[in-house]
């Protein structure tokens, strides 16, 4: 069978699944950028799989089989997603270093008050207004939507990705004939 299976003519699914691979053996420092780009250009030009397996022979484990890898950015989510409620302060970062700012400035004129024996200007609200006003953008910016973010990423990689390489939608810009 393995005779046979390197004449097979590949599938777009096989090119893809070729591509992801790629693309974990370039987050893994296994290949470089133009290593990538160059196994790329030969994996949408690939008809069989003799010629895709051809691309994998010196990384480790060869080319694996359809559904098989998981490349390194789309590794499986932890077993328990991170509740979309609750803990504010985590899920608005700006909210955190608003919080850490004010109350540190704050904490410093008041030893400055107590010092002084009188009170001074409030200074810390400079800080504080502009942390609040990115804290406010970070917020809006946040809103709606957010329940696609992976498919979202996922198609924007394969995106930018086919447009890196001058494709536009299809695998191989040549005909099937």
């Known amino acids: 069978m393995t005779e ?3 004449k097979l003519r590949i599938s777009n699914a096989d090119r893809d699944e070729a591509i992801a691979q790629l693309q974990a ?10 290593e990538f780009d160059e196994r790329s250009v030969a994996a949408y030009n690939a008809k069989t799989n003799a010629e895709l397996d051809l691309i994998f022979e010196d990384l480790p484990g060869g080319r694996p089989k ?3 890898v998981v ?3 789309d590794a499986p989510a932890p077993a328990a997603p991170p509740a979309r409620r609750g803990n504010l302060i985590r899920r608005i970062p700006a909210l955190q270093g608003l919080i850490t700012v004010g109350l540190i400035t ?3 004129w008041f030893a400055t008050w107590v010092g002084s024996g009188e ?4 200074w810390p609200i400079w800080p504080i207004l502009g942390l609040g006003i ?7 910016n946040m809103g ?3 329940d696609d973010d992976e498919d979202d990423d996922g198609e924007r990689r394969r995106r930018d990705r086919s447009h890196r390489h001058g494709h536009d939608g299809g695998h191989h810009g040549r005909s099937s004939h």
Do not use: K
């Open 4 to 6: 046979d299976h390197g």
């Open 25 to 34: 053996a370039l987050d893994e420092g296994r290949i470089d950028l133009g």
């Open 66 to 68: 359809v559904g098989e």
């Open 71 to 73: 490349p390194a950015e």
């Open 106 to 108: 704050t904490g410093v």
């Open 119 to 122: 009170p001074t200007y409030f």
């Open 134 to 140: 990115a804290t406010v953008l970070q917020v809006v």
């Open 144 to 146: 709606g939507g957010d």
